[in-house]
């Protein structure tokens, strides 16, 4: 069976967020710290093939040189 809240109730709920526990808040960071030394890593990863990509393109084979 569904609820009917009144408006005025659901904007009193979302205008006024629960204060985080302090254990939350240690969560939260650790999430935000491993995210971004995640993303660090796959940005490195993703920058390092992009290199060898390039290189690939821009280096003429070595077998075209000499047929010239």
């Not at 569904?2 to 999430?31: F, G, H, W």
């Amino acid at each position: 069976m569904e609820l009917n809240v009144s408006r005025k109730a659901k904007r009193a709920t979302s205008m006024q967020p629960r204060p985080l526990t302090q254990s939350e808040i240690v969560s939260l960071r650790q999430d935000a710290i491993s995210t971004s030394a995640e993303m660090k890593k796959l940005m490195l990863e993703r920058h390092a093939q992009q290199k060898k990509t390039i290189r690939a393109l821009v280096t003429p084979p070595k077998y075209q040189m000499a047929a010239e």
